[in-house]
């Protein structure tokens, strides 16, 4: 999937929602790459334990640059069933492929009328051009 | 942050920053590049090669006079009286307590008709302070009387200053400038010409200081042409692998080399002897404000330390976490980033004495999860004088 096809939270967040053989729906969530180049010089990861129950806006995680740390939120409701945890050593591969090999975590989406909250790509672009204004 | 009272100060090369991808961001009231590409990049090429930096935000005061040397003398923990021509100093300006209210460079030169005068560079977040405190100490009936004027003046918005810092930068600058750099000390300075069309027969001060640990020297020059200097810089230095440098790189810089930053190791709260600057402190034969309360804090047992910190995890500890031993807290954390030398976390912090040995093992709150780490010597870095460039 393009960039163009994925959601995205407030928070940065990027969500792909996949039906998987059960009929369950997935969320594959990682950080966009507007998000990465802010951050720049990524020195660490903290990912969660699979089987965590996480609710939506809740920290699953940080990212920490050598400028800042910031927490990864969950976007949705459920439960985390997968997790990326090779890519906690290689940071490289998740700024130079963020929205395939960067993906942090997958979640078994426990309520589906959370994702009616998340950004599509046209309205979390325009939510970044507005924090490049204001930054200057 | 972009929301603040005041807009934030331009320094010469705003212009040029924003034209070349330096991400802006307010620092003590001034409108800096972070970074241009990369913190861990800009910082290792300038341990590796050269890197270049506007520090034009630091504050600049300009003495003179027959009465300046006395003056500073009065103001400054270091001795000023005996300071030759091209000699440069760093020392501390401390308040009636003996707290820090600023650490600075006081350089001695000469202008063009062999007349002294006095350069003192003082941090860009404290700049207005000192202005204050020098106008509240200056004697003013003294510094009218023939023989023992003092005039004074501050030319921050006047001059830009660059630092050029890295084992290349001799090779970057003597075709520049006119004084012999490979033969300069280090702290000595010179008023020099520049020797180039885009200085407009303008000169400046170069002095071989910088705040990296790594052998470099700052560039002080006219507004009017910096930016025009800047521009000669990098063209000169493309061949030599040059790059310019953000305040991101500063700081990673600075840490690495164990060196203090106000408001991080510095401040009104804490003094000389915690810092580990009392070596910047001539207490005996020279007065000061805070000299006397300097002279009984000597004497008392220290409430607290200045130590490097090595953590053992990889997340860093940053300013204001939480040090540990056991179940008491025992300091705080100054400082701390990630160090692209040593490819790990390192900080700078405050502990109680009895936990300040090298090899002391502490925790550190690392946003709410106590992370392992162990008291080690400074500087984190050190740089080999012998295998420096010719």
Same mark, same amino acid.
């Given at each position: ?136 | ?11 010469? !090369?705003?212009?040029? %920053? /924003?034209? %070349? ?14 970074? &241009? ?7 290792? @090429? ?22 300046? #040397?006395?003056?500073? #003398?009065? !103001? =400054? ?10 000699? /440069? ?30 350069? =003192? ?6 700049? #207005? ?42 090779? !970057? *600058?003597?075709? =520049? ?8 000390? &280090?702290?000595?300075?010179?008023? /020099? ?25 700052? *560039? ?5 042409? #910096? ?5 000669? =810089?990098?063209? +000169? ?9 953000? @305040?991101?790189?500063?700081?990673? +810089? ?6 203090? +930053? ?23 034969? &020279? ?6 309360? +300097? ?13 490097? *910190?090595? $953590? !053992? ?61 162990? /008291?080690?010597?400074? $500087?984190? &870095? ?9």
């Amino acid at each position: 999937m393009t960039p163009e096809q994925l959601l995205y939270a407030k928070t940065h967040e990027w969500v792909r929602v996949e039906t998987d053989p059960g009929g369950a729906k997935i969320a594959t969530v990682g950080l966009s790459a507007f998000a990465l180049e802010a951050l720049t010089d990524l020195v660490f990861i903290e990912l969660p334990e699979v089987g965590r129950e996480v609710s939506a806006g809740e920290s699953f995680g940080e990212i920490e640059s050598v400028k800042a740390v910031s927490d990864l939120y969950s976007p949705v409701d459920g439960q985390i069933v997968e997790v990326n945890a090779p890519i906690v050593d290689k940071l490289d591969a998740l700024s130079d492929d963020p929205y395939e090999a960067g993906w942090f975590v997958r979640i078994k989406i426990a309520d589906e009328a959370g994702l009616a909250e998340l950004l599509d790509f046209a309205a979390y672009q325009k939510q970044c051009e507005e924090e490049m204004t204001n930054d200057e | 942050m972009a929301s603040s009272d005041s807009p934030a100060l331009r320094t010469p !090369l705003f212009g040029w %920053h /924003v034209a %070349h991808g330096g991400r802006m961001v307010e620092f003590a009231g001034w409108s800096m590049p972070v970074m &241009y590409t990369s913190i861990i990049e800009e910082h290792t @090429i300038t341990r590796s090669a050269v890197g270049i930096a506007d520090i034009s935000h630091m504050g600049r005061l300009r003495f003179e006079g027959p009465g300046a #040397a006395v003056f500073l #003398a009065e !103001l =400054l923990t270091r001795r000023v009286a005996d300071m030759a021509e091209g000699q /440069v100093r760093y020392s501390l300006v401390t308040n009636d307590r003996g707290g820090i209210l600023d650490d600075v460079l006081v350089g001695r030169y000469h202008n063009d008709y062999g007349q002294p005068y006095y350069v =003192l560079v003082v941090n860009a977040a404290n700049r #207005a302070k000192i202005v204050k405190w020098i106008d509240a100490h200056l004697p003013r009936e003294r510094a009218e009387r023939p023989g023992e004027e003092i005039i004074w003046t501050d030319v921050t918005r006047l001059w830009a200053m660059l630092a050029v810092q890295g084992p290349r930068s001799v090779e !970057l *600058l003597q075709p =520049l400038v006119t004084a012999d750099l490979r033969t300069m000390r &280090y702290y000595r300075g010179a008023q /020099v010409r520049i020797l180039h069309p885009a200085a407009r027969r303008q000169g400046g001060i170069i002095s071989r200081t910088g705040y990296t640990g790594e052998d470099g020297f700052e *560039l002080s020059v006219g507004a009017t042409i #910096a930016e025009g200097v800047w521009e000669a =810089l990098m063209e +000169l230095g493309r061949p030599l692998g040059l790059v310019p440098t953000g @305040i991101g790189a500063r700081d990673t +810089l600075r840490l690495e080399a164990g060196m203090p +930053l106000y408001s991080h190791e510095l401040s009104e709260r804490i003094n000389p002897f915690e810092a580990g600057l009392e070596s910047t402190c001539y207490l005996r034969g &020279y007065d000061f404000p805070g000299r006397d309360a +300097l002279l009984g804090i000597e004497k008392a047992p220290r409430q607290k330390v200045r130590v490097g *910190l090595q $953590p !053992l995890g990889r997340r860093i500890a940053r300013q204001g976490y939480p040090i540990f031993a056991g179940s008491q807290q025992v300091g705080e954390v100054t400082s701390g980033t990630f160090s692209p030398t040593l490819s790990r976390p390192i900080a700078m912090g405050y502990v109680r004495p009895q936990f300040a040995a090298v090899g002391t093992e502490v925790q550190i709150d690392v946003r709410g999860r106590r992370e392992e780490a162990r /008291v080690v010597k400074l $500087p984190f &870095y050190h740089r080999n004088k012998k295998g420096s460039q010719k």
